[in-house]
C-alpha cells in the first residue's frame, strides 16, 4: 500500500524533481546521456522577509568527487534587483541528470554590502530546472547544508570555494547519496520555489521549527552589515560557534556555518539558539533544542513491529528479543512487520515516500539481512523458516526450513561473492538448551552454542577467502559471555575450523540487542548490552561503559567513517562512538569523549519513538525501526502502527546494504572527515583483515 503525503504534491516539488522518478536512476553516472538544453530559470533571494540586493547568483553542477569539483553552468543575467529577482539566460545542462544547486553571494540585505552572505538551494537534476523558480533564503540554505554536509567542499574560511559532490567511482555508488539527498531530501523538508519549511502530514512528522531555528540563526548574519568571528556581531558570533571542533579556522560566509552545524550539531548549542534576535522572520522554537540533528518521523497505520520474548534459559525464563532492518542498493529501507494484517518484509522508498508490501512468507520476522545479490533475508520467531525476498522484484521469494529447530534469532549474510547462499541464522532446539548456528541452502549446522543469539555480524575473512566469521552477540543469564567469534570454512570444503572467543563483562549477564562489524582496521566487532548499557568490544574482549549516554541500547550500526550508532530504545534516541584508525586493539579505540546522544522524543521533535533497528544510507541519514510495543516473554503483543525515523545527514555516506561494503572492504571517505581533537586522523587505513 503507498501512503503519499500532501507535501510531495506541492507544484515546485514536482517540477524540481524532473525526470529522476525512479530509484534505479539514482545509481546512474552523471554523465552518459547527451547534453540537455534547459529554459530559463528565475527567482528571488531573500534574507528573511527581506530582499538582497546585488547578490551574484550562480547555478552549478554537482563534481564527481567528494566537495570538489563542482562545474558553473550559468550565471544571473544581473546581479539580484531592488526587489532581489534574478533570472538565467537559457543554457545548456552538461547532462540531463546531472544534480543542480545554486548559490547566491554578497549583496545588501538592507543594511550595507555583506561578504559574509551565501545562500543556497539544492535543485534537483539539471532536466528538471525548465521553467523552475527558486525562493533563495535562510530556509533552502538550512536543509541544503543539513541534506548535503558530507558532499561540501573539504575547506572553510576566506579563499574557500562552496561546492558539492559526490563519488567519483562505480564502487562508491556513483554518486547515488548525493543524487538522493539532493532529488528527494531537500524537497521533502522545503518548499524550494516558496522559500518555506514544509509541515507535518499525518504520514510524515517534520521538523519545521527547528529547520526554521536554524534558518533564523544564519538569518541574523544576513540581515546585518556583516562582521568578523570575534567581534561580538550577528555574523561574529555565527562564525564562531560553528568552528569545528579543535580547529582554528572559522567558517567564512553563512553555507559554510550552516554546513558545520549539521556537520557538528552537538556544539554550541544554547550559544547558536540565543543568535538571533528577539523577532526573527521565521518560526522556530520556544526552547532551546537537545541538540541540532534534524529528525523526520514516517508513520503507516498498516504495518507494525512487535519485539517479542525469546527463551534465554532452560528454565523458561524469556527475555526481550531485538530487530534490524537494511537499506538496499537503490536506497530502500527495509523492515520487519508482524501486524496480523501486514506480516511479512515491507520496505519505504524515500523516492515516492511509500510503504511497500509485505513480502514473503514470515508470520512473526525480527532480524533482517540482505546479501549481495539484493536477496533480503528474514528470520520468523513462530516458524522454523527463514525467507528471501528479491529486493529488485520482492513478490519472488525462496523459503528454507531449519532442520534443528525454531528459528529464534538473528540473521546474517555471507559477504563472499562465490558464496551467494550462504544465509547464517539461529535456531533453538526443543528443550531449548542449546542454539544452532546454521547455513540456509546447504542447511548445515555450523555450530552449537549454550546462548541465545539476539545480533550477528557476519562478514569473509579477507585472508581466508573459504573462510565465513560471525560475530554473535549473546545473551544468557548467569553467563558473562557477550561476544562470541564463531570462525568456519565453508560447510562443502573438507576443513573444518570453529574458534570461540568471548568478550567478558564481569558478573552481570548481558541481554544484547545487536551487531556490527567496524571495517577499516582490525575488523572490528561490537555489540550492545542492554542490560547494562554498555557496549562490548571483540578486539578489547571486555564491555565498558562510553561516555555518551546509552539507554537501553540495541540496534548497531557503523557508517563510511566507522563511527558506532546506536539506537537507545529507552531515551527515544541514537548515540554516537568515534573509532580511532590505529593498530590498537582496546576499548580505547572508541573516543571516550564521542558526542552527546541525539535525543528525538516528544519533547525534542517526536520523530523518535522506542528506536531498535538502525542503518545507514549512502547520504549518510541514520534510519530507526520503531518498536510499536515490547514483550518480555514470548506472548505476543500488538503493535499498533509502524514509525519509521530518520536524522538527515547525521552520519557520514555509507554503502549499501551492509554486505556490500563488507564485500568491498570500502567504506565512502568524505571532505569533512578531518583530524580535531575527537575525530583523529584517518591516515594509515588499510583494507578490512582481521589480525590472527
Known sequence: ???????????????????????????????????????????????????????TVTLYAAGTAYGSGATSIATAT????AAGGFSFAPFTCPSAGVPTYIIATGGNAGYSTNNRIALAAGLGPCSGLANASVGLNEVTTAATAYALSHFFTTAIGFGSTDNFGGA????EGNNAGLVMANTYTI????????????????????????????????????????????????????????????????????????????????????????????TSPFVGLSTTPHDWTLGVAYTSPTFGLAIEGIQTTTANVFGPSSSTIDIDANGRVWFPSTTSSAHGLAYFDPTSNSFNGPYGALTHPQYLAIDINGIAWGTDLQSNSIVGVNTTAPTSSVTYNSPAGTVTGPIGVEANASEPNAVVYTATSASASNSYVLQAGQQSMIASIAQTPTGIAPYSDGNKSQYYEAELATSLPGSNQCLLEINYTDPVDSDTDEDFSSANSGTTPCIT??????????????????????????????????????????????????????????????STLYYLHSAAKSDADYITTSPIAYIHNSTYGNTIKTPYGIAIDRSGNVWTSNAGCVSTTNVSCTPGSFVLSELIGAAAPTLTPLSIMTTTAYSPSRPQAVPTPMEPSASGRTAHQRSR
Not at 78 to 81: D, H, N, P, Q, Y
Not at 237 to 264: F, H, I, K
Not at 551 to 570: E, K, L, M, R, T
Open 1 to 55: 500500500m503507498r501512503y503519499i503525503p500532501a507535501l510531495l504534491a506541492f507544484p515546485a516539488v514536482l517540477a524540481l524533481a524532473g525526470c529522476a522518478t525512479t530509484p534505479q536512476q539514482t545509481t546512474n553516472v552523471y554523465g552518459g546521456d547527451p547534453p540537455h538544453a534547459a529554459a530559463t530559470l528565475q527567482g528571488t533571494v531573500y534574507g528573511g522577509q527581506q530582499p538582497v540586493v546585488g547578490a
Open 78 to 81: 544581473s546581479t539580484t534587483s
Open 168 to 171: 567519483a567511482t562505480a564502487a
Open 187 to 278: 524537497p521533502l523538508l522545503i518548499s524550494v520555489a516558496k522559500g518555506t519549511a514544509n509541515t507535518s502530514t499525518a504520514a510524515i512528522t517534520l521538523e519545521s521549527a527547528k529547520l526554521n531555528s536554524i534558518a533564523n540563526i544564519i538569518a541574523a548574519c544576513v540581515n546585518s552589515a556583516g562582521g568578523n568571528a570575534g567581534d561580538g556581531s550577528y555574523c561574529g558570533n555565527l562564525l564562531t560557534d560553528t568552528t569545528p571542533p579543535g580547529s582554528t579556522t572559522a567558517p567564512s560566509d553563512t553555507l559554510q556555518a550552516a554546513v558545520q552545524m549539521a556537520l557538528y550539531p552537538y556544539q554550541n548549542v544554547s550559544a547558536l539558539f540565543n543568535i538571533p534576535p528577539a
Open 513 to 574: 540487542g545487536g551487531a556490527a562489524q567496524i571495517n577499516q582496521v582490525n575488523g572490528e566487532s561490537a555489540i550492545t548490552a542492554a542490560s547494562l548499557n554498555e557496549i562490548c568490544s571483540y578486539i578489547a574482549s571486555n564491555c565498558f561503559v562510553p561516555t555518551v549516554p546509552l539507554s537501553n541500547p540495541q540496534g548497531i550500526a557503523v557508517d563510511g567513517d566507522d563511527h558506532v550508532w546506536i539506537a537507545n530504545a529507552g531515551s527515544a534516541s541514537v
